[in-house]
């Protein structure tokens, strides 16, 4: 088993006033595609950022990882503003901060083993080989993959299972925070409910809190204790999972609910209707 934590609920996470913008070298200036966004993640909780394709959700992340540059506001981890730290500066805190991509088919890399890919960080930060087989055993253990997983090579694996490799590499490094950037968008329905159960299961196991970025108001709901809604870069609605996904306000909060997908055809229907109403509410309030 991987190690287990006593869960603090104190604050690990602040984003206060960001602004994330991408411009022009030439121009030196920059448009923003998130403004005046804030909210925070305490220690061993989820906190489950949604919106559509384009409304910042993802640039939020890339942030918090230092992948892209704020323009104004601010982010603290752990009581230390990391809003504008160098690579260098910024290195440290790769063991306390690690992501997990979208797609695990181009997220491995497919000439390694899989021991090679999860030991890869561990040695990296002065291990040693052996203690880097030891932690592997373990970790294929936490995401419940067979010990015979660490000879084989990414394409050996399903689409469900890469995305279990991809969760323990994340893991290898014992980290406090994990960005998770859709990282069950590309799955079935019961494939992701199994991946969603299991990061579930390692959160309860380690204290590990999950900043987790979803198109899906269900997917959200099922792994999420506060939500917050974005829509065009700027928060339209927050709150508890449970409030926001039973008992929506906004609009577009209503619309990305009967938009998400279910297994039950009775119910996929009656979302359909209700998303005929809702375009038809608009229609009437736009005249």
Known sequence: ??????????????????????????????????????????S????????????????I??????????????????????????????RPLTSEIQVIFQDPYSSLNPAMEIQEILAEP?????????????????LLDAVHLPSDAARRLPSEFS????????????????????????PVSGLDLKTQAHVL???IELQQRTGVAYLFVSHDLSVIRHIS????????GRIVESGRAREITENPRHPYV?????????????EQARRREMLRDLARGDRVDAR
């Open 254 to 266: 209503k619309r990305l609910f009967v938009s998400s997908p279910v297994a039950d055809p009775d």
């Open 44 to 59: 061993g909780t989820t906190l489950g950022l949604v919106g559509e394709s384009g409304s910042g959700k993802s640039t």
């Open 61 to 90: 992340g890339r942030a918090i990882l230092g992948l892209a540059t704020p323009l104004e506001g601010s982010i603290t981890f752990d009581g230390q503003d990391i809003t504008h730290l160098s690579r260098r500066q910024r």
């Open 197 to 199: 159960d299991l990061l």
């Open 122 to 138: 561990l040695i990296a930060q002065g291990g040693s080989a052996r203690d880097a087989r030891t932690r592997v055993r373990k």
């Open 159 to 182: 689409g469900g299972q890469r995305q279990r490799v991809a969760i323990a590499r994340s893991l290898a490094t014992d980290p406090r925070l994990i960005v998770c950037d859709e």
């Open 1 to 42: 088993m991987i190690e287990e934590r006593v869960r603090d609920t104190a604050s690990l996470l602040s984003v206060r006033d960001l602004a994330v913008g991408y411009g022009s070298r030439r121009r030196r200036s920059s448009q923003a595609v998130v403004s005046d966004v804030s909210f925070t993640v305490p």
């Open 225 to 232: 204790h506060d939500v917050v809604v974005l829509l065009d």
